[in-house]
């Protein structure tokens, strides 16, 4: 009996990880505009605004709501086609959310949520001198354990019933804003389910499935926002057609009527 001691300790520490749901921006409230402060003049500025990405050197910000892959993002960031630049807007200038506060999602879970908006997002890039702001959110669910957990009372069903679940449930997805005028575009996202519903203490965890499932939506992530720099750069530019010519004047002006020849008598 002593010796199964260890592996009984490995169980309760995996039965107090259960219930993981990885969002590290749990405290955050993104808008990509504020309702309150949309009227008709956005929603004609919106129609109006034509894509501009430029053809030849393409200076990138970007925003991601989960701070722990940026460095990740960053290297991704940098294969794309045409970009020189990468710039990563601090989570400080958005939300105010200092840098030891990241990794735990904003370090004030019991505070209203920040807004974020896209224009305060635009702004920065702006003041950046950027030309495509990239907004980034990842994030994964795993529920920790499953029915069976109800039989771990006793220390021989901990050790041998398969009572974690492993099955970790993630995304990420990405919105590509024009900086100058707000042009969406395009939104990308994937999803991805990996891990085992019902396993034993001995299995792989589920964040070890949570860290290979990110590899594989980075590499997704990057082919997709490539595709879409590569389709925007091959756009050709619609030429702005003249405007109409004004409908004629059906009745047309009044003109006097020819006067007479010299020395022509008039009819009485």
Sequence with gaps: ?????????????????????????????????READIDDEDIRKAFEARPQMPAGAIRLAYYTLDPEVAGDLERAFGRLPGVTSIYRIPSLLVT??????????????YGPPAEISLKKLRLLAARANTDVLVIVDHGYRNLGANPLVATTALLL????????????????EA??????????????????????????????SAKD??????????QSLQKQLAKLVEDERARKPTPSAPPPPPP?????????????????????
């Excluded at 200092?98 to 370090?107: F, I, L, M, P, W």
């Design 209 to 218: 499935y949570a860290d290979e499932q990110w590899i594989d939506l980075q």
């Design 96 to 109: 105010g959310q200092r840098r030891v506060s990241e990794g735990n999602g904003n370090g004030y879970p």
């Design 248 to 268: 004629p004047d059906p009745a047309g002006p009044l003109t006097a009527p020819p006067a007479a020849p010299p020395g022509t008598a008039s009819e009485p």
């Design 175 to 204: 919105f590509v804003v024009d900086v100058r005028n707000g042009y969406l575009y395009g939104h990308v996202s994937e999803e991805d389910t990996r891990g085992e519903p019902y396993a034993t203490i001995y299995a792989k």
């Design 157 to 172: 069903p901990v050790l041998f019933v398969p009572f974690i679940d492993t099955e970790v449930k993630g995304y990420v």
């Design 1 to 33: 009996m002593p010796r199964l001691a260890p592996l009984a300790l490995c169980a309760l520490a995996a039965l107090t990880g259960c219930g993981v749901s990885y969002t590290p921006a749990r405290n955050t409230n993104f808008e990509m505009d």
